[in-house]
């Protein structure tokens, strides 16, 4: 079965840092582009970041600009988002998943994995 796993979230104060993983199960990451979306409650899940097979195409959302770093490790077969300086509006479910290219959010096909809980607050 082909899915994405996305781990590491967790409640933390205004201004901390959070590494979100997104682990890929019965295929190899190596050739995909893989973008990274969340969904707050009582909004339409949004792009935040994608990157490209070689990681030599990043793309991120104004809002996460210069605080998220995303970056893989093919080995690993692993995509992660390294999160700072959060702010209360990145509460949100994080998710991964395939995208067609980066730079773009268009979904590729595969099935939303459940995602990880993301809460910031004091």
């Known amino acids: 079965q082909l899915q994405l796993v996305e781990s590491g979230g967790g409640l933390v104060q205004p201004g901390g840092s959070l590494r979100l993983s997104c682990a890929a199960s019965?295929?190899?990451?190596?050739?995909?582009?893989i973008g990274w979306f969340r969904q707050a409650p009582g909004k339409e899940r949004e792009g935040v970041s994608c990157?490209?097979?070689?990681?030599?195409?990043?793309n991120y959302t104004d809002s996460v600009k210069g605080r998220f770093t995303i970056s893989r490790d093919n080995a690993k077969n692993t995509v992660y988002l390294q999160m700072n300086s959060l702010k209360p509006e990145d509460t949100a479910i994080y998710y991964c998943?395939?995208?067609?290219?980066?730079?773009?959010?268009?979904?590729?096909?595969?099935?939303w994995g459940q995602g990880t809980q993301v809460t910031v607050s004091s």
């Open positions: 998943t395939r995208v067609l290219r980066c730079p773009g959010y268009v979904l590729a096909g595969l099935s």
């Open positions: 019965g295929f190899s990451l190596d050739y995909y582009h």
């Open positions: 990157i490209s097979p070689r990681g030599g195409l990043i």
